[in-house]
């Protein structure tokens, strides 16, 4: 037991070595390749502050992990990824026929953030989205922004998520994002920089409530020690933010018909809508369910149509209404948009979001925040050269290999080169890509994300990874304490896409004084009446 | 509640519940397959295809064939696995409707069916695999009665398993009576018997009659047990009951003009509740439970035509 105990003890030792400096490092942590100039042993280490120096808010789990013999880490693991798969936490993988399901890799050690940090992204985040929502009323109206050149105008009208049809359409409460899931990553000197904001349908809050109920079960007694904010309102929150959004002449304004649209069970966040419509105790409903007469939408019931006031819809704009959008859709509702219109019922989020998290657009979200509310942003961004621009292209061109391409309008992790890991064919690739559609792509720094300790083969060894909290902005607006941890699971790897090899952690937001109060502050709900 | 939804649930029960019957029924018959001489089994074999209205019920009869057939193959969409898949791919179109524990007992029993291989559950392991099998969907019910409100859902989970098993007992039966003579009221030995016992078996029956009927196996009685009887799950008398009382909540709970499934349904049930063995018997059991069937498909058309698929134009006219 002893000898396991030193076993475990040592693979922690090295994961923190890594994180000291190039000189100091053994030469398995280096990057394979010497062509590389990107340093991993720059990032930040979220555990270690120094070589076998844990972090305060990281002592208790550092010890645990310590006390805990291979073996026994194994065996938490597997019983968790079991869990995982009797329940069928799963995402679909695109393009695989047999075992389409997939089990979205958890790892077992939780990530920690003190709750200093966290106020200070709550804030920032806050800001960041309230600033989008009112940019996004702006464009779709008299665009004021654009008017003063803050942002250029054929930035916003060329982007292939502008939708002309919004023009002029009132939404309720001003409200276009009302979820919102933005990345976060945490650069060398320890701060949060906001890599991306998902303003369509962003996905993956169910595995933040299912590592977290997994994690529960896997180190109770660590978990209540450490005082941890509960996660588990967030669809108690989630449908409060739907619910006061319903249209203004909605005839139940107190109780408004809610229901989850989803493209169906062969989309890859099917999991994820099955859970948040059960817990949320609101149907879960397909294009098919759903008919439109006289602008107004109905469900198909056994009881016969009903009337539905606000659909909280994962399907995205060009799937929503063949006559309005793309029409080969049969994921959408005919006649939806037209409903829409009139004011007869609620999409969240709204139409045409897309174009505040255009990886063009993106970068001007510091001035945007400047514009609308006259403060400095709290989140800074990371620092983006738009291929549109010419010197910033020509820099880009010259430094490929240093720098990671995006192209704007793409998620999760595919059209991306990653400079340092890329190979030449590939790198003249984009430099031919980016010729051709210059508006199409944007080019940032290598970033060295942070990394935590992750199991890794009954070991302990550091991944880098990222964050993902989650923003309801509804009558309040609602930050979930924590969010997705999302961890780049390969070595060395640093995309953390789970369609790229990417898996997730549970993430804790430590109360102030580590857990007076361990009562949850859990958001009421105005005028709910029934589930 | 969704159509779509209602629908799913519906069909998610029947399926399983015909896993759960196909499971029982070759159980049974490997089983007396050993008691058997090699000609009487071939002709078992083929009546028990028969029973199941499954493929293959002509030609010369290979055991090992016919058990992939009605248990792994995926190309014929009633055996065990396709059943137990199709359920579960009905159920997880409707994850959010069921619990959760609900999910992972389905999900668990599949993913075991799908692990099992041919070989494993020929002969020596078959038994476990079958009891397997009964012993899941068995313990899904129970999890679904003690997990799941009793609601609108529920009742169409109740609807799709006694439907199901209204349809899969007559025809059992239908099939049984086709080729025995006609039931006396008198005890019978050897292969009679046993061809007896193996109906009340195949129906879980053999011990509830038992208790109703002493050990001594008189076919009327059998078949009066297992057509009539109002207090045991696997008489048609009992499904039909279910069938109705399901038809009538569900009714109160649309508040909908269910006329014609509840009224097929009704007319089903006092047939069954005013009949009498004898009466039964003299005008042919085989041509009654045809009769059952026909009924049964009536009620599932009905239930479709009210609940899951009615033309929206009369919906907004109304």
Redesign the interface.
């Known amino acids: 037991m002893g000898q396991q105990a030193a076993c475990a003890g040592r693979a922690i030792c090295m994961a923190a070595e890594s994180s000291m400096t190039a000189t100091a490092l053994p030469q398995r942590f280096r990057v394979p390749s010497t062509r590389v100039s990107y340093e991993f042993e720059a990032a930040y280490d979220e555990m270690f502050k120094a070589p076998g120096v844990p972090r305060e808010h990281y002592e208790a789990l550092h010890k645990t992990l310590l006390g805990l013999p291979p073996e026994e880490l194994r065996k938490r693991q597997q019983a968790a990824d079991l869990t995982f ?4 936490i799963t995402f679909t993988v695109y393009g695989s026929k047999e075992g389409m399901e997939k089990i979205f890799p958890n790892d077992l050690v939780p990530r920690i953030i003190p709750s200093g940090e966290w106020t200070k992204i709550e804030k920032g985040l806050t800001q960041r989205l309230t600033a989008l929502n009112l940019f996004l009323r702006d464009i779709y109206h008299e665009g004021r922004i654009l008017s003063e050149g803050i942002v250029p105008r054929e930035l916003v009208y060329s982007c292939r998520h502008f939708r002309r049809e919004m023009r002029g359409l009132n939404v309720p409460r001003d409200i276009y994002v009302s979820i919102c899931g933005t990345d976060l990553v945490r650069l060398p000197d320890g701060s949060f920089a906001v890599l991306e904001d998902n303003l369509r349908v962003p996905s993956g809050v169910s595995y933040m409530l299912a590592n977290r109920k997994v994690l529960k079960r896997v180190f109770p007694t660590m978990f209540r020690d450490y005082g941890v904010w509960p996660v588990d309102h967030y669809p108690q929150a989630l449908l409060a933010t739907l619910r006061s959004l319903a249209p203004e002449n909605c005839n139940y304004r107190q109780d408004p018909t809610t229901i989850l649209l989803t493209p169906g ?1 062969s989309n890859s966040a099917y ?1 994820e ?3 948040l ?2 817990q949320m105790g609101i ?4 294009g ?2 759903l ?1 439109v ?1 006289d602008n107004i939408v109905y ?7 009903r009337r539905v006031d606000v659909i909280y819809r994962r399907v995205d704009d060009d799937f929503l209404d063949p006559l309005c959008f793309r029409p080969d859709t049969i994921l959408g509702v005919p006649g939806l948009f037209n409903a829409y219109r009139a004011g007869n019922v609620t999409l969240a989020n709204a139409i045409g979001t897309g174009v505040a998290d255009d990886k063009a657009v993106y970068a001007y979200v510091p001035e945007i925040v400047k514009f609308y509310l006259s403060e400095e942003a709290i989140l800074p961004n990371v620092p983006t050269y738009l291929m549109s621009n010419d010197s910033q292209r020509s820099y880009t061109l010259e430094n490929l290999e240093k720098l990671v391409v995006k192209a704007v309008g793409e998620s999760g992790g595919y059209g991306m080169l990653i400079g340092p890991q890329s190979t030449a064919q590939q790198r003249e690739e984009f430099r031919a890509r980016i010729l051709a559609e210059p508006r199409n792509y944007i080019a940032q720094p290598t970033l060295a994300l942070s990394r935590a300790p992750c199991v890794i083969d009954g070991g302990v060894e550091s991944r880098h990874i990222d964050l993902r909290p989650y923003i309801l902005m509804g009558e309040k607006v609602t930050l979930v304490p924590g969010g997705l941890t999302r961890v780049a699971l390969r070595k060395g790897s640093l995309v953390v896409n789970s369609s790229q090899g990417g898996g997730s952690k549970d993430t804790w937001v430590l109360r102030e004084g580590n857990g007076e109060d361990r009562v949850a502050k859990i958001p009421a709900i105005g005028g709910r009446r029934e589930g | 509640m969704l159509s779509r939804v209602a629908d799913s649930l519906y069909w998610m029960s029947r399926y399983l519940e015909r896993a759960e019957h196909t499971a029982r029924l070759v159980d049974v018959e490997l089983q007396l397959w050993l008691d058997q001489s090699p000609d009487t089994g071939a002709g078992r074999w083929r009546f028990l295809l028969e029973g199941l209205h499954a493929p293959g019920a002509q030609g010369p009869v290979d055991a090992a064939r016919l058990m992939n057939t009605l248990v792994f193959s995926r190309s014929n969409a009633s055996s065990i696995v396709s059943c137990i898949a199709t359920a579960r791919e009905n159920l997880r179109h409707v994850r959010e409707q069921c619990s959760s524990e609900m999910w992972e007992q389905l999900n668990r029993l599949y993913l075991e069916v799908m692990e099992t291989k041919p070989e494993e559950a020929w002969m020596l392991k078959s038994h476990g695999f079958f009891r397997a099998v009964q012993e899941g969907a068995h313990l899904f019910q129970g999890i679904t009665d003690a997990t799941m409100s009793h609601g609108e859902g529920w009742q169409y989970i109740q609807l799709g398993r006694y439907v199901e098993r209204t349809d899969t007992l007559a025809s059992l039966m239908g099939a049984h009576f086709r080729r025995t003579a006609p039931p006396v009221d008198q005890a019978v030995e050897s292969a009679e018997y046993l061809e007896w016992v193996a109906l009340l078996r195949s129906c879980m029956a053999f011990e509830a009659y038992c208790k109703a009927q002493t050990a001594e196996i008189r076919p009327l009685r059998v078949a009066e047990f297992l057509i009539l009887n109002p207090e045991f799950p696997h008489s048609v008398r009992f499904s039909v009951d279910r069938i109705n009382a399901a038809l009538h909540v569900i009714g109160d709970l649309t508040e909908r003009r269910a006329k014609s499934p509840t009224r097929i349904a009704g007319r089903l049930r006092a047939q069954l509740s005013f009949s009498q063995i004898e009466e039964i018997v003299a005008e042919g059991a085989h041509a009654y439970l045809e009769n059952v069937r026909s009924e049964c498909g009536a009620i599932h058309s009905a239930i479709h035509e009210i609940y899951f698929d009615y033309p929206i134009e009369t919906e907004l006219a109304s």
């Open positions: 798969l009797h329940e069928g069970v999991f809508h099955t859970f419509a059960q149907e879960l409903v397909e098919r369910d008919l007469h469900m198909r019931t056994t009881a016969g149509l």
